[in-house]
């Protein structure tokens, strides 16, 4: 099962980490998504959370991302951590708002 959320800021995300540990979830389920790609992986690192990286893509989406636009690359690794097209479409526009995207996925570990 997938669970996505948004959230303001880094406080709030962390709060709901903590929920869905509780729930079962581990770090390497739960996936931080920003719009800004330094903000993006200073959350996730300070959060332990995974990433989307070749493990959830495969080499060539991998490679693909890096010579497109920031929200294809988005779109397409909420796609990787288990998002529709559709989802991806809707959350990427939630990240252009500046906010966080979480999703926990335990079927991708």
Known sequence: MTLKMTVENALQ????????????YTHDD????????????DISKALDTEEVGMKEQGFLDSMKNMTVSRGDELRAKMAA????????????????????????NKDLN
Do not use: C, M, P, W
């Open 30 to 41: 739960i996936y931080i998504f920003a719009h800004d790609k330094k903000r993006g992986k």
């Open 81 to 104: 951590a288990g998002l529709s097209k559709q989802e991806a479409e809707e959350y990427e526009e939630e990240l252009d708002k500046g906010k966080l995207v979480i999703i926990a």
């Open 13 to 24: 995300a962390k709060s709901e980490i903590e929920k869905l540990e509780t729930q079962g």
